[in-house]
């Protein structure tokens, strides 16, 4: 039986950063994955969807270049080169991780399912291809997968889940889609993009429920206005083949025929093959491990970092608690987000065109502080009015701000339209300063941009009632 100071089982965003800085201490480390460096963001999520994002952006620019005054003619999409590009940079990304991982000291990879088998004294016993090792500390970062529901007939169709859908080399002829939330969205709009037809189904009345109503309304306009279907309020009683493809039965009687169906309805974690029993580590009801905001788990040396403890399913999440956790190992007593996972304001993207920005509370969630009697200030501005919006004729969306009254501080923000994705971070990196908002309308910002908005925004902040 071999020893180890630190075990990391699993390789996503969390744990090969960590598993260097240890091994950078003079921990002798073992990091245990059973598939692909890099986990779900580099193999299957960030990496290769936002590259195949830009061909289909670039498919649908071209599509409308007569706007602008240039001449295309008709327009088609070469899926296989697009796919190609796809994957040499997946390839490029994870062969730079191994590398790096490689090329660092008293760190051993070892590529295997690792599990749980038990303690020696203070030491937590885990198995990998059928050797035993042992280690004072375990630190697990397995993420998760996509959730199959379990449907009339669904074992006689294939399916596709957002790992999957990504190996096809041949664009679907009909993409059906069950989950309107953000990633059923964003491949919604990129496989049409590609030249697929799509059509997704959703079980609610709105599509991407997280956010507030008037924002679901425009991302379905818009998504509308490439001849994406719509399917709400809508649930599937059965599932059949149909050639090479499926027939979906909907609870009104109707049939869908699809080429392909892809299930974007939520995610599980991987936890089953850890045997987490063995030492008594705690989950909830859905399979997350429980953890405290340092990350701890109920039994003392393992700690369960990234999408796995349900405190994020976020790449920058995951990243985000191997900070915390080395500023603990530092011995640092930071203020604010940096404290623990607690503190940290929830921020994120949906990467439709135009992209989503999200940080802190919706306007749904501020009118029910506001009914409890805080004060609460809004703002809000539509991009239609935004300049630069108008000169790139991507005017959908708006700009939203939310400020508490007494504080000053900033609440939450929504930005939906052109950089959506990337002005966000102007308002979560503030708000992680804990600064007053009246300290942006003192800002200069660049002509002509969408950020220049901020401070006029703020301008007209008005007490919600």
């Avoid at 993420?143 to 080399?169: K, Q």
């Avoid at 239609?384 to 939450?412: M, Q, Y």
């Avoid at 994705?421 to 002509?447: C, F, K, W």
């Amino acid at each position: 039986m071999r020893h180890f100071d630190s075990i990391l089982i699993g390789a996503g965003q969390a744990a090969p950063s960590l598993a260097v800085e240890l091994a950078n201490r003079g921990q002798k480390v073992a990091l245990i994955e059973g598939h692909f460096y890099g986990g779900t963001c580099v193999n299957f999520g960030c990496t290769p969807t936002k590259t195949l994002r830009k061909s289909a952006r670039i498919a649908h620019q071209a599509r409308h270049a007569a706007e602008f005054g240039v001449i295309t003619g008709p327009v088609s999409v070469m899926f296989s080169a697009a796919i190609q590009r796809m994957r040499a940079r997946v390839d490029t990304s994870r062969e730079g991780l191994t590398q790096w991982l490689q090329g660092t000291e008293n760190l051993e990879m070892i590529h295997g399912w690792g599990s749980f088998a038990g303690r020696d004294g203070d030491h937590f016993l885990i198995e990998v291809n059928g050797e035993m090792l042992s280690a004072s500390h375990v630190w697990l970062n397995t993420g998760t997968r996509a959730f199959i529901p379990d449907l009339p007939g669904i074992e006689h169709v294939p399916t596709l889940d957002n790992a999957s859908l990504l190996a096809l080399n041949d664009c679907p002829q009909h993409l059906i889609i069950v989950g309107a939330s953000y990633i059923g969205l964003e491949l919604g709009q990129i496989y049409r993009r590609l030249g697929a037809d799509v059509s997704i189904i959703h079980r609610a009345a709105r599509i991407a429920e997280r956010e507030d109503e008037d924002v679901s309304a425009a991302i379905l306009d818009f998504l509308h206005d490439e001849e994406i279907g719509f399917y709400l309020e809508s649930t599937i009683t059965r599932l059949a083949p149909h050639g090479d493809g499926v027939d979906v039965e909907l609870n009104d009687g109707s049939v869908l025929a699809g080429s392909h169906i892809l299930f974007a309805t939520g995610r599980i974690p991987n936890t089953e093959k850890l045997n987490l029993a063995a030492v008594g580590v705690e989950t909830d009801p859905r399979g997350f491990i429980r953890t405290d905001a340092h990350f701890n788990t109920n039994v003392p040396g393992i700690s369960a970092l990234g999408d796995v403890n349900g405190r994020g399913a976020f790449t920058h999440t995951s990243y985000h608690d191997f900070q915390i956790v080395l500023e603990a190992l530092d011995g640092k007593t930071p203020n604010g987000q940096w404290h623990d996972a607690d503190k940290r304001v929830l921020t994120y993207a949906m990467f439709t065109d135009p992209p989503l920005g999200r940080v802190g509370i919706t306007l749904a969630q501020a009118k029910e502080l506001a009914a409890k009697g805080q004060k609460i200030l809004v703002t809000e501005f539509s991009m239609r009015d935004v300049s630069r919006a108008k000169e790139e004729s991507e005017t959908h969306g708006l700009i939203r701000l939310i400020v508490d009254a007494e504080s000053e501080r900033f609440l939450g923000a929504t930005f939906l339209g052109i950089g959506g994705d990337e002005i966000v971070s102007v308002i979560s990196n503030y708000m992680a300063t804990g600064a007053s908002y009246r300290l942006m309308l003192q800002a200069l910002p660049v002509h002509p941009t969408v950020a220049e908005f901020l401070p006029t925004v703020l301008g007209r902040l008005r007490a919600l009632e």
